[in-house]
């Protein structure tokens, strides 16, 4: 995002923790009183879930034009000087690597407790149906987009940015008359830059609404029945995180892991709250260019461009979650059926959209190809909600972090801005509006 004229307010974290604290305890209040069904159905179903969708609608409003404009900005500038292909080839790369290390540390952590494998949950119950699964072939082929508006309209992730940098590319070719769509698009930047401001400012509340709709609903009484699985998920999910991730910072980046934690952690409470990389995106970019030093042209590229490949969280979910349903229905996978675990799981993972569960339906694909039943879903589902507001947190670490680890390599880094711990800040100046 543009900081000439306007940036992100910085995500007061207290207030967003205020919301998220009372949201859930209003939630399970609620769950544990069981009101007369006309005043839960007013409460929780009318006040409490509208008012969550509208600020998750709204947030995914800024999606597209926060993408095309930050892609076709930074695809722009980066094709200008050549090197386009080289940082997207250095990020496709850690992408695919952090995402098979992540699958195969869920595998191994799954096989290792056996999770499900002495578990009673035919009980559960779910109205969960699980949708027709695409062929790769298919898959793939709809990375392309046919009509690109038709993609914007559709927030088809994937097709608006091969189109925002095909574009891009295109005008940093196209000599003075491509300079001068670029330099409007930076204007639009800045109006774009200005618009989340202002949505920003519903954060608190809207996370309030989310989360005590959700408790309302599900309670805690779920996670006693999946009490393995859904611990296993947040250890591996909490162990990549920290240790994977700043591993990586240290040995790839060089950088001081508990600085980048110190910046990126409101943005890890606002993707707790929201469970949506994709609406996360805004709040990430800003962190990532202002904060943690990463170049408007780098940033401006690859958050957008990982928020929608860069799946490490869901990937973990989807290897435990394999390994368990299997578990649970006596069906022995074997090696080879974990190394195609571990490569189907990739491959849905960067082509899963950044948005709330999504990743429950590209685990079908998964489970078919190891010969599970996808019906098995329904036995975690209840309480996926909540470990899907968990593995947003590691899908939106790992795109930061790969940002930093490539603009770094490729001297778009400002050092002296990821050491600052008050950097950004004076940055943040709200905008009149």
Same mark, same amino acid.
Request: proline share 4%.
């Given at each position: #995002?543009?900081?000439?004229?306007?940036?992100?307010?910085?995500?007061?974290?207290?207030?967003?923790?205020?919301? #998220?604290?009372?949201?859930?305890?209003?939630?399970l209040i609620l769950n544990f009183l069981q009101l007369p069904k006309p005043i839960d159905t007013f409460l929780v179903d009318g006040i409490f879930s509208f008012g969550g969708q509208v600020f998750i609608t709204l947030m995914k409003m800024l999606v597209v034009p926060v993408v095309f404009i930050s892609l076709v900005c930074g695809a722009s500038s980066l094709?200008?000087?050549?090197?386009?292909?080289?940082?997207?080839?250095?990020?496709?790369?850690?992408y695919i690597l952090t995402t098979a290390a992540a699958i195969s540390l869920g595998i191994f952590f799954a096989t290792t407790l056996n999770i499900g494998g002495?578990?009673?949950?035919?009980?559960?119950?779910?109205?969960?149906?699980?949708?027709?699964?695409? =062929?790769?072939?298919?898959?793939?082929?709809? #990375?392309?987009?046919?009509?690109?508006?038709?993609? &914007?309209?559709q927030g088809e992730m994937l097709q608006i940015i091969i189109?925002?940098?095909?574009?891009?590319?295109?005008?940093?070719? =196209?000599?003075?008359?491509?300079?001068?769509?670029?330099?409007?698009?930076?204007?639009?930047?800045?109006?774009?830059?200005? @618009?989340?401001?202002?949505?920003?400012?519903?954060?608190?509340?809207?996370?309030?609404?989310?989360?005590?709709?959700?408790?309302?609903?599900?309670?805690?009484q779920l996670i006693g029945d999946l009490l393995g699985y859904f611990f296993t998920v947040v250890g591996v999910l909490i162990l990549h995180g920290l240790v994977v991730n700043g591993f990586l910072l240290v040995v790839l980046g060089r950088l001081n892991p508990m600085m980048f934690f110190k910046k990126f952690y409101p943005v890890m409470v606002f993707a707790f709250s929201t469970s949506s990389s994709t609406a996360t995106i805004p709040v990430t970019l800003d962190t990532t260019e202002n904060k943690l030093g990463v170049a408007k042209n780098v940033a401006s590229f690859l958050i957008p461009l990982g928020a929608t490949v860069n799946m490490n969280g869901t990937a973990i979910m989807q290897g435990i979650?394999?390994?368990?349903?299997?578990?649970? /229905?006596?069906?022995?996978?074997?090696?080879?059926? /974990?190394?195609?675990?571990?490569?189907?799981?990739?491959?849905?993972? +960067?082509?899963?959209?950044?948005?709330? =569960?999504?990743?429950?339906?590209? @685990?079908? #694909?998964?489970?078919?190809?190891?010969?599970?039943?996808?019906?098995? +879903?329904?036995?975690?589902?209840?309480?996926?909600?909540?470990?899907? &507001?968990?593995?947003?947190?590691v899908n939106t670490?790992?795109?930061?972090?790969?940002?930093? +680890?490539?603009?770094?390599?490729?001297?778009?880094?400002d050092q002296a801005t990821y050491d600052d711990p008050n950097a950004g800040l004076q940055l943040s100046s709200q905008p009149e509006l």
């Open positions: #995002m543009s900081t000439q004229a306007a940036s992100i307010k910085p995500v007061d974290t207290k207030k967003i923790l205020i919301g #998220m604290l009372f949201g859930t305890i209003v939630g094709g200008e000087s050549g090197k386009i292909g080289r940082i997207g080839a250095k990020a496709l790369f850690l002495s578990a009673q949950l035919a009980h559960v119950q779910s109205n969960y149906v699980a949708p027709p699964v695409p =062929s790769l072939f298919d898959t793939f082929l709809k #990375m392309f987009p046919s009509n690109p508006f038709a993609a &914007m309209a189109f925002s940098v095909l574009v891009g590319v295109a005008i940093s070719f =196209s000599g003075e008359r491509g300079q001068r769509v670029a330099d409007l698009l930076h204007n639009m930047n800045t109006v774009v830059a200005t @618009l989340v401001t202002m949505i920003f400012r519903l954060t608190p509340y809207g996370v309030f609404f989310l989360l005590a709709s959700l408790f309302a609903r599900v309670g805690f979650a394999t390994v368990f349903i299997a578990h649970v /229905y006596g069906i022995e996978i074997g090696i080879a059926g /974990y190394l195609t675990v571990v490569l189907m799981a990739t491959i849905a993972a +960067i082509g899963t959209a950044g948005i709330p =569960s999504v990743g429950l339906i590209t @685990l079908v #694909m998964v489970l078919n190809q190891v010969g599970v039943p996808a019906d098995g +879903i329904t036995l975690i589902i209840g309480v996926d909600r909540l470990l899907d &507001m968990t593995r947003t947190v670490m790992g795109d930061a972090i790969v940002a930093c +680890i490539v603009a770094k390599s490729e001297d778009h880094f």
